[in-house]
C-alpha cells in the first residue's frame, strides 16, 4: 500500500505502523446490531445536518483510520437515518420483487415459500429510497435493530444464542440459533448481509485505502450533537463513477457517525448514512427482550432452509443466476475493478425459465439501457448514479462502479 495523502510526513517506520492500522480498520467490526446491502444515499434530513465546525486538536488522516481502528465502543443506542439515490428508473415496485426473489425470501412465489420477518429478505429494503432505523447494541452477544415503517415496524433482535425477526405488519417471526447460523453464516447473523450504520460502511470504505486511493482529513464537523472529524476518501485513478467518501468520526470515541457517498458525476449524495440521535451509555438489558406475540406465525429457520431447497414448477430465477455467478471473476484494481461473468445466455439480458421472475424481463429492462458496439461486439450498459453494467448479446456480463466507456474497454480486452 502506498503512504496516505496527509499534510504531514512521516518516517518509513511510521509507514509501517501506519499500513498495519489500515489492515486493523479494514478487519474492525463494531458490535452494532444490523444485517450488515451495500448498498446504499441521498442528503440526509436537517436534524442530521451538520451544526458547526467544532475546534479540536489537528489529527492526520493516519492518525483518524487508526482511530478507528482503536475503536472499542461496546454499548450503544441510537436513531440512524439512512437515504440511498442511485438514480434508478421507476419500475413500479418491480426491483423489489425482483430482489426478494433472486434472495428465495418472501414474496418470491408464495405464502409457503418463506417468511415475511426473514432478515436476508426484509432488510434488503434499505439498499433504495429513504428508511429511519433504531440500533443498540451492548457487547457482541446483543443487538437490536428496527426499522421502522408507516403503521409498522421491523425488529431484528440477537440476544445470546438466539436471533429473532419480527414482521408487526404480518404478525410473522423468524427465529434462528447460535447452530443454525454456525451451518449457515450468511442467514440471519448482524453484519454480514446489509450495511445499516455509518461504521459498516466505512468499514467497507477502508478496505479500498492503498495506492489507487487518496485519504485526508477534511475538516471538523458536528453529527447528532457529537463533535467529529471528517475523513476524505478519494479515488486517484480516472474512470471510477465515485467521487469521494466523506465519513465523520467522532472525536471522542472513534466510531463513525456519518458515511457520505457522492458521485463523481456530481449533485446530491448517492449514499448518505448517519445518526440523528446516539448515546455510548449501556442499554436497558430489557431492549433485548423478545416473546413472539400471541397468534404470531413463527418460522424456524431450519424449516425456511428446506424449503427454499425444494423443487418448485416454473422457477428458474436462482438457478438461472447461480450458473452465470459460477465463473464469476474480477478484471482491474482499486477503483477500477470490474466483475465479469458468462451467464451462459444467447442474445442478451437473461429471461429466465418459463414462469419465473426473469421471464419476459429482459426486453422490458432493455428499453432502460444503451446500446453499445465494440470489439466484443454489441450489448446493453444500465447506468445507475454508481454502479453500472454491460450485458454482452453473447451474455457476457461486466458490472463495476465505473464508467460506460470503462466497460466497453474491458469488454473489448477480453475479446
Do not use: C
Request: glycine residues 14%.
Amino acid at each position: 500500500m502506498a503512504p496516505i495523502d496527509s499534510d504531514d510526513n512521516t518516517t518509513a517506520g511510521e509507514g509501517e505502523e501506519l499500513r498495519a492500522g489500515r489492515r486493523k480498520a479494514a478487519r474492525y467490526v463494531v458490535p452494532v446490531a444490523v444485517m450488515g446491502v451495500a448498498a446504499a444515499t441521498i442528503g440526509l434530513v436537517p436534524a442530521l445536518a451538520d451544526s458547526g465546525d467544532p475546534d479540536l486538536p489537528k489529527v492526520t488522516a493516519e492518525q483518524l483510520i487508526e482511530k478507528i481502528a482503536k475503536s472499542d465502543v461496546q454499548q450503544l443506542s441510537g436513531t440512524v437515518r439512512i437515504n440511498t439515490d442511485l438514480g434508478l428508473p421507476d419500475l413500479g415496485g418491480l426491483e423489489s420483487g425482483l430482489m426478494s426473489g433472486m434472495s428465495g425470501g418472501p414474496g418470491s412465489g408464495g405464502d409457503d415459500e418463506g417468511s415475511a420477518a426473514d432478515p436476508s429478505a426484509k432488510l434488503t429494503e434499505l439498499v433504495s429510497g429513504s428508511h429511519t432505523l433504531r440500533v443498540a447494541a451492548d457487547g457482541p452477544d446483543r443487538q437490536k435493530l428496527s426499522l421502522l415503517e408507516n403503521a409498522a415496524e421491523y425488529s431484528l433482535i440477537h440476544n445470546g444464542k438466539d436471533v429473532w425477526g419480527y414482521d408487526s405488519r404480518s404478525n410473522e417471526v423468524y427465529h434462528s440459533t447460535a447452530a443454525d447460523r454456525a451451518e449457515r453464516p450468511e442467514k440471519g447473523v448482524p453484519g454480514k448481509d446489509v450495511p445499516a450504520t455509518p461504521k459498516d460502511f466505512a468499514d467497507q470504505a477502508l478496505k479500498a485505502v492503498d495506492d489507487t486511493t487518496s485519504v485526508t482529513v477534511g475538516g471538523t464537523a458536528q453529527v447528532a450533537g457529537r463533535d467529529a472529524y471528517r475523513l476524505v476518501v478519494e479515488p486517484k485513478q480516472d474512470g471510477s463513477t465515485v467521487g469521494a467518501i466523506t465519513v465523520a468520526v467522532d472525536a471522542e470515541t472513534g466510531t463513525p457517525l456519518k458515511f457520505t457517498l457522492t458521485p463523481a458525476s456530481g449533485g446530491a449524495a448517492v449514499v448518505d448514512v448517519g445518526f440523528t440521535k446516539v448515546s455510548f451509555a449501556k442499554p436497558d438489558a430489557s431492549t433485548f427482550d423478545f416473546t413472539p406475540p400471541e397468534g404470531a406465525k413463527v418460522t424456524e429457520a431450519d424449516e425456511a432452509g428446506e424449503r427454499a431447497k425444494a423443487p418448485e414448477h416454473g422457477r428458474g430465477t436462482e438457478g438461472d443466476l447461480a450458473k452465470g455467478m459460477d465463473g464469476l471473476k474480477v478484471i482491474g484494481e482499486g477503483w477500477n475493478s470490474i466483475a465479469t461473468f458468462d451467464t451462459g445466455a444467447q442474445g442478451g439480458l437473461p429471461t429466465g425459465s418459463p414462469g419465473s421472475d426473469l421471464a419476459g424481463l429482459g426486453g422490458f429492462l432493455g428499453s432502460f439501457g444503451d446500446q453499445v458496439k465494440g470489439d466484443f461486439g454489441s450489448g446493453t450498459v444500465f447506468k445507475t448514479r454508481l454502479v453500472n453494467a454491460l450485458i454482452t448479446d453473447d451474455g457476457k456480463v461486466y458490472a463495476g462502479a465505473v464508467t460506460k466507456d470503462a466497460l466497453v474497454k474491458a469488454a473489448d480486452a477480453a475479446k
